[in-house]
């Protein structure tokens, strides 16, 4: 599989003000025209401290809360207006995926999967907390949709993934990147 890019720009969400004291937030996700299609460019490298995020809930917020801005976002601009969206790893339906991403609920369904994951019994073995229930880091950073933690979502010119358990995010491109950056829906 060919290498993660780079995007051009940095990732990131700018605040600005009107002249009548109104804010409006917008989060860009800069994608290089010049990416091949069938490439797979990282937008959003994986979390230093998921280990540590993952240990508490109040931690996990505060880790995957940028995390979850720069999804919901994404989403919002590149996904058809009417398209739903389930969490691959609860299979809840997302109203907004910064709020769900954040919710103590889906948390503990990181917990109850990784326990499922590791073949153990959630009802006997669950400790929330026990980072050797985990599988490798060379496997949780995987960005395989093979995975249980990598979630592809739809997006007008590939697929969107989403890792669940370190809030990395990438890009594939099937469709060549529009050179006025607006969506392609046909």
Not at 27 to 38: D, E, N, R, Y
Not at 69 to 77: A, N
Not at 90 to 107: F, I, Q, T
Not at 147 to 175: C, D, E, M
């Amino acid at each position: 599989s060919p290498e993660p890019q780079t995007p051009e720009q940095p990732v990131g969400r700018t605040t600005s003000s009107n002249s009548k004291g109104s804010t409006s937030t917008t989060t860009s996700v800069a994608l290089s025209h010049h990416a091949p299609i069938g490439s797979e460019m990282q937008l959003v490298p994986h979390g230093k401290y998921y280990l540590q995020a993952l240990t508490k809930a109040d931690s996990w917020n505060i880790f995957i809360d940028p995390k979850a801005v720069i999804l919901e976002d994404y989403l919002e601009v590149n996904t058809p207006f009417e398209q739903e969206f389930r969490c691959s790893l609860c299979d809840e339906e997302m109203v907004g995926p910064y709020n769900h991403l954040r919710s103590a609920s889906h948390w503990k369904e990181c917990w109850n999967k990784i326990c499922e994951w590791k073949g153990r019994l959630k009802e006997v073995l669950f400790h929330v907390g026990d980072l050797a229930m985990l599988p490798p880091k060379e496997e949780v950073e995987s960005m395989d949709d093979s995975k249980p933690w990598v979630q592809v979502i739809p997006v007008s010119v590939g697929q969107y993934l989403f890792n669940h358990l370190t809030g990395a995010q990438s890009l594939r491109i099937f469709q060549g990147v529009p050179s006025d950056g607006k969506p392609n829906w046909d």
